[in-house]
C-alpha cells in the first residue's frame, strides 16, 4: 500500500511542477539573464558582463532570413536582438560588428540556449552552408 500512495505522491509534484504553456511565454518573454564572459585585451582576458534574453520565434526566423537573403550576419543579427547591456538596453549594430568572432560566437551560443535552440555540429554545418549558399 505505501507503494500507491508514493506513485500519487509523486504524480501529485509532477502535476505541481507542471506550468501552463499561457505562463511560460509570458515570463519568458520578460526574462533577462546576467552573463559573464572571457574578453581578450592587450592585457590578457577581462571578464566582461552583459544581459542575454530569450528569442522568440519571430525574432530568430527574422534573423535567419535576413541571413540567407543577404549571406551573412546570422549570429550578428541574433546578438543585436538577444545581447544587452547592463541597462537592459539593445547594443548598436555598429558595436556588435565590432565584437571578436570568439566572444560573439561564445554569447551567441547562450542565447540560442535560452530560446530553447539545440543544434548540433552537423545542424550547425547545414545552416552555415545553407546561409552561404554552398
Same mark, same amino acid.
Given at each position: ?13 509532477? %502535476? ?44 530568430? !526566423? ?13 549570429? %550578428?543579427?541574433?546578438?543585436?536582438? *538577444?545581447?544587452?547591456?547592463?541597462? *537592459? ?12 568572432? *570568439?566572444?560573439?560566437? !561564445? ?14 555540429? !552537423?545542424?550547425?554545418?547545414? %545552416?552555415?552552408?545553407?546561409? %552561404? *549558399?554552398?
Amino acid at each position: 500500500m505505501a507503494n500507491i500512495e508514493e506513485l500519487k505522491q509523486e504524480e501529485l509534484e509532477q %502535476l505541481n511542477e507542471t506550468a501552463s504553456l499561457e505562463s511560460l511565454i509570458t515570463e519568458g518573454a520578460d526574462l533577462r539573464i546576467p552573463i559573464t564572459f572571457d574578453f581578450p585585451t592587450v592585457n590578457g582576458l577581462k571578464k566582461a558582463s552583459a544581459i542575454i534574453k530569450p528569442l522568440t520565434t519571430v525574432e530568430w !526566423e527574422n534573423a535567419q532570413s535576413y541571413a540567407m537573403k543577404h549571406k551573412k550576419d546570422f549570429v %550578428l543579427k541574433i546578438l543585436e536582438k *538577444g545581447l544587452l547591456n547592463d541597462d *537592459g538596453e539593445q547594443l548598436p549594430f555598429e558595436l556588435i560588428k565590432k565584437m571578436p568572432i *570568439g566572444v560573439a560566437t !561564445e554569447i551567441y551560443k547562450r542565447i540560442a540556449d535560452v530560446s530553447g535552440v539545440k543544434q548540433d555540429k !552537423e545542424e550547425q554545418y547545414r %545552416l552555415t552552408k545553407e546561409l %552561404l *549558399g554552398f
